[in-house]
């Protein structure tokens, strides 16, 4: 059997993406919450808060390891795989694509002195602020990057003559139309999930009553408390991305939401399926709100699909991405804004089942609105690689070793994924906070029990 190269290409480009996803967002946002964790544990002078910090940075540390795999599998992917891509709009990109290099670098050494410098200094903020320039290289780490993704979406800081970039600004390139948005989205997204995760572990741990309870219910507290801040700071984000796509990338938004034709006051659609003659059936429409979404007035004129050149117009499945995207979004608020609620008028415990579980499923539900908005962000540039510049078809690799790299790739995450796994259970499982609550801690561990 023949394969299609273009295809292959396309594969083997959303494997490595679906997977590296979940390590980039784990290491953008997990650096965030041990420094929080390590500041409130010094500022209340709270052990288990400390406690937290430490674990979460061992776990952390395997999350960087295989990170920097699938990252330069990304890397190799670019060149191997979008080699015309590459001759095209490489020297645009070599900037962010060093810097954030160099900026994981610089999380990677302020990480390894953060690590091995605990109780090492007589001033307990000394050490904490050690973990500032980790949460910085993360962030831009992923700053970087995403200016990349951004660039292809909406291509600047260069002029084309005769079919080659020239005059190349890479600062130009980075700081292109999206970019912004595009930032605050990815940034705000990594916090609200690895937020959800780290309380779907603290969640998960009160259900079963075999660990520290009190150490729980902190970790609880703190990480859904953070995943209502991030998670109300991504609507905003995502706010603002539909109204740079209705400016800017108009099919995207349209297809999106399912609008064919332009109008004004346009509806915005909720689920709902196609059906044979391409008419919306069985949806949810909010009169007016697309326009308001897109341009702020209930009466703006929106531009609907039929604008865009046939075969320019990105695939409409997206409809089904977007939307998923979004409803966990709205569940991630929900529940997190209902626990605030009960918190505040004295209502919640931990004995609370129904909501253990809600806040439970809250962690996946999250990563999975990471892969939908990524897959919605790839998706809906098709069937560009560059936007009005190269098709996805234009820049694939000829080459016929295309599928041998699918396997390869393939056999590669597998391995990485199940010792990600196996490492995890054996750095955890085997030791539980009440273990260690108990051998460095005991006079907490009696409030525990």
């Known amino acids: 059997m023949e394969f299609d190269t273009v295809m292959m290409s396309r594969l083997i480009t959303a494997m490595t993406l679906t997977?590296?996803?979940?390590?980039?967002?784990?290491g953008v946002g997990v650096p965030l919450f041990i420094s929080l964790a390590e500041f409130i544990g010094i500022k209340k002078k709270d052990k288990h808060y400390e406690l937290l910090a430490k674990r979460w940075a061992r776990g952390f540390v395997i999350t960087v390891a295989i990170g920097v795999v699938t990252g330069t599998a990304i890397g190799l992917q670019l060149s191997?795989?979008?080699?015309?891509?590459?001759?095209?709009?490489?020297?645009?990109?070599?900037l962010p694509?060093?810097?954030?290099?160099?900026?994981?670098?610089?999380?990677?050494?302020?990480?390894?002195?953060?690590?091995?410098?605990?109780?090492?200094?007589?001033?307990?903020?000394?050490?904490?602020?050690?973990?500032?320039?980790?949460?910085?290289?993360?962030?831009?780490?992923?700053?970087f990057i995403t200016t990349v993704n951004s660039f292809m979406n909406s291509p600047a800081g260069f002029t084309m003559i005769n079919g080659e970039f020239t005059d190349v600004s890479p600062i130009g390139a980075m700081l292109n139309p999206s970019t912004p948005v595009r930032v605050a989205h990815v940034l705000g997204g990594s916090y609200v999930t690895v937020g959800a995760i780290l309380a779907t572990i603290a969640a998960l741990a009160l259900l079963r009553k075999k660990t520290a309870t009190e150490y729980h219910k902190k970790a609880l507290k703190m990480t859904v408390i953070s995943v209502f801040v991030f998670s109300v700071l991504t609507a905003v984000a995502g706010d603002a991305s539909a109204k740079y796509l209705a400016e800017h990338q108009p099919e995207k938004l349209a297809a999106a939401e399912w609008h064919f034709e332009t109008e004004r006051n346009a509806d915005l659609v909720l689920f709902g399926w196609l059906n044979d003659d391409n008419e919306v059936v069985g949806e949810i429409r909010l009169p007016g709100f697309l326009s308001f979404l897109a341009h702020g007035s209930f009466?703006?004129?929106?531009?609907?699909?039929?604008?865009?050149?046939?075969?320019?117009?990105?695939?409409?499945?997206?409809?089904?991405?977007?939307?998923?995207?979004?409803?966990?979004?709205?569940?991630?608020?929900?529940?997190?804004?209902?626990?605030?609620?009960?918190?505040?008028?004295?209502?919640?415990?931990?004995?609370?089942?129904?909501?253990?579980?809600?806040?439970?499923?809250?962690?996946?539900?999250a990563m999975l609105a990471v892969e939908f908005g990524w897959i919605y962000a790839e998706v809906g540039r098709q069937p560009w690689i560059l936007r009005g510049y190269m098709t996805v078809d234009e820049a694939a690799t000829s080459s016929p070793y295309i599928t041998h790299m699918f396997f390869l790739f393939l056999a590669l995450y597998i391995v990485l994924g199940a010792l990600f796994v196996i490492t995890l259970r054996k750095l955890f499982k085997n030791n539980p906070a009440a273990v260690e609550l108990e051998k460095h801690y005991p006079e907490l561990n009696k409030g525990d029990k």
Not at 19 to 26: R, S, V
Not at 80 to 94: H, K, R
Not at 300 to 317: D, H, K, S, Y
């Open 80 to 94: 191997l795989v979008w080699p015309n891509f590459m001759q095209l709009a490489g020297n645009v990109i070599a």
């Open 19 to 26: 997977f590296h996803i979940i390590f980039a967002t784990l």
């Open 97 to 143: 694509l060093f810097m954030e290099v160099f900026a994981f670098f610089f999380e990677a050494i302020f990480l390894g002195i953060y690590l091995y410098t605990w109780d090492r200094f007589k001033g307990k903020y000394t050490h904490w602020l050690i973990s500032l320039p980790v949460v910085l290289g993360a962030g831009i780490s992923a700053v």
């Open 299 to 365: 009466n703006a004129e929106v531009i609907g699909l039929e604008e865009t050149p046939e075969g320019e117009r990105p695939p409409l499945w997206i409809h089904y991405m977007f939307d998923l995207m979004v409803s966990i979004g709205f569940f991630l608020v929900g529940i997190s804004f209902l626990y605030l609620v009960l918190t505040f008028f004295k209502r919640w415990n931990a004995n609370n089942k129904f909501m253990l579980w809600l806040i439970a499923a809250s962690g996946p539900l």
